[in-house]
């Protein structure tokens, strides 16, 4: 069963800041929160992670709730590049942290 | 930066055959994984090792085997390959096992049995 629930599918245009939401609330304080994109006939792309802080990075602002039951990962000025499969997964410590549980994600589409 | 590479992008074999994808990093990562991805579907965990010579069952080993040969590398075999097979396979790597070391994925390699 998936940890996460994200909303199916998003739209937006070039150049806009799109919000993406996950809400985690069973979340285990070990577990981070991992965001993944990923195109068809590739493999899942690294985007950010965190734990509790918000975090960033050349790709993306991750805002993380402060009772961390929910996250949003915030893609400024997308371009066409940006659309894809955006994946919020849970992984924690230990030998069954090997388990990634990879739900639908929302698929984002950027018009231009 | 590194890169997970995997041989070869696309696998047809016949059924009943004995099918070997590679996966290469350079990340020099400890821990490395092999998933299966079905059509519109998540990942499943096939096998996973923490270091060299390492093995770690996932859910789905059953008609598969897997073998880290050197720290860089790690390939998986499908024993017989079966038509219900046909799927996405993935390899990734991290640094290790907790849950602030990053997993890197390969494109994949796609498996097709006739």
């Known amino acids: 069963d998936a940890k996460t629930t994200q909303p199916d599918s998003m739209e937006s245009t070039e150049g806009e800041t799109v919000h993406l939401p996950c809400s985690h609330a069973?979340?285990?304080?070990?577990?981070?929160i991992y965001w993944y994109r990923q195109v068809p006939l590739q493999g899942p792309e690294y985007v950010t992670h965190?734990?509790?802080q918000n975090t960033t990075n050349s790709m993306a602002f991750l805002a993380i709730a402060s009772d961390r039951k929910s996250s949003t990962l915030i893609l400024p000025h997308v371009s066409l590049r940006d659309a894809a499969v955006y994946h919020c997964i849970l992984r924690g410590s230990g030998g069954s942290n090997a388990k990634l549980t990879f739900g639908k994600g929302t698929k984002l589409s950027v018009k231009s | 930066g590194g890169i997970i590479t995997q041989t070869p992008k696309f696998l047809i074999g016949q059924e009943g055959q004995k099918l070997t994808l590679k996966c290469q990093q350079n990340f020099n990562h400890d821990t490395m994984y092999w998933y299966r991805q079905d059509s519109g579907k998540g990942l499943r965990l096939i096998y996973y090792?923490?270091?060299?010579?390492?093995?770690q069952k996932g859910d789905l080993s059953e008609g598969y085997d897997a073998s880290r040969e050197k720290k860089s590398s790690f390939s998986l075999t499908v024993t017989s390959a079966q038509k219900n097979e046909m799927a996405v396979f993935l390899c990734a790597s991290s640094m290790g096992q907790f849950s602030g070391n990053t997993l890197y994925f390969g494109e994949g390699s796609r498996l097709i049995v006739v």
């Open positions: 069973t979340i285990s304080g070990n577990e981070y």
């Open positions: 090792s923490i270091t060299e010579n390492d093995l």
């Open positions: 965190g734990l509790q």
